[in-house]
């Protein structure tokens, strides 16, 4: 290859590390990498105008790494593959293993976590369906529609105080939310067991579910949407 030619290559792999070089666009990657939205939904769950949510959706979609399609008046977007979120899940990995700082915030935010407050996706593969475990699914309700896993309820964190008395005291409780770096299902599993429930909070969270091809389920039909996967699966892979 001559040194022009790995010039051209190495300019097009820059256009995809630039459009991912703000943290806005970073952050609509993540809403994305749960769920297709429009731009008025992406602007509200960013909290950012929605002129300027388009105008950074137009980056992503320029550089290949989100697509859109129109409804009526509304423009939808969602991820252009799941090589894109499995490239934006390497990137938190990369700069929280590299960088101190990125390290610190995550860890303060987070808290301390003791082993025995998380749970594998091994061992959810095994609870799955033996009738023990209550699995809560604590993210908006739009991101449960696009993908859950198989028998998860949908109890967004927000609405999880008004019903705790749907969830059965004295038995297990596994909370899990958008990624690994989530909050959401860690608040969960303190409220949950401020109210005297036995909870826990799997490690990671559907993007990760997601990208280890593991048994997912869709209120929505599209061609995106990783289909769920046979009981058999889940056995086999415990």
Known sequence: MSTHTMSTVLSEFA??????ANPVRLHLLDLLSQAERNVEDLATAADVPVGNTSAQLKVLRDAGLVCSRREGTRIFYRLAGEDVASLYATLRQVSQHRLPAAEALSAGRAGSAHPADVVTREEVLRKL?????????????????SAHIPGAISIPLEELRSRISEIPVG???IAYCRSAHCLLSREAVWLLRAHGRCARRLEEGMLEWRLHCLP????????????ARPRAYA????
Request: proline share 5%; glycine share 4%; net charge positive.
């Open 216 to 227: 997912a389920e869709s209120q929505i039909r599209r061609s995106h949407v990783v289909p």
């Open 15 to 20: 256009r995809v590390a630039k459009a991912m």
């Open 129 to 145: 369906w033996d009738g023990k475990t209550v699995l809560i699914d604590v993210r908006p309700t739009v991101e449960y529609a």
């Open 235 to 238: 056995r086999a892979s415990a």
């Open 171 to 173: 038995g297990e409780v």
